[in-house]
């Protein structure tokens, strides 16, 4: 049984930064890939951003690409700057198998999902 789960979220005003982790416990695969995707009030699920198991490439939504940065050691980080009131939402980590081109923002290719944790951003 593999569980996510997700530290950091919090309310902030616009033009803050803020960082959220991702903890994986249980066993999974030797080699993995994770994500992060963000669910807002009455949107569908949308991917923010990604990263394989070598950590060398990683994978980001336009709407973030510049602010937000995705990496991984122990845990997986998000690290969120320039916050916009549209990065509002519950924000997820994810896990899949394999992340590449091909994969990395479908939510039917990752395997195990957190609870979510919520990020507030105030004009």
């Known amino acids: 049984q593999v569980q996510l789960v997700e530290f950091g979220g919090a309310s902030v005003h616009a033009g803050d930064s803020l960082a959220l982790s991702c903890a994986v416990n249980?066993?999974?695969?030797?080699?993995?890939?994770m994500g992060w995707f963000r669910q807002a009030p009455g949107e569908a699920r949308e991917f923010v951003a990604a990263?394989?198991?070598?950590?060398r490439t990683s994978y980001y939504a336009e709407s973030v690409k510049g602010r937000f940065t995705i990496s991984r050691d122990s845990v997986l980080r998000l690290q969120m700057n320039s916050l916009k009131p549209e990065d509002t939402a519950v924000y997820y980590c994810?896990?899949?198998?394999?992340?590449?081109?091909?994969?990395?923002?479908?939510?039917?290719?990752?395997?195990?999902w957190g609870q979510g944790t919520q990020v507030t951003v105030s004009s």
């Open positions: 994810a896990i899949a198998p394999v992340v590449d081109r091909g994969t990395y923002d479908r939510p039917g290719e990752y395997d195990y």
């Open positions: 249980g066993r999974y695969r030797p080699s993995y890939g």
């Open positions: 990263i394989p198991w070598s950590g």
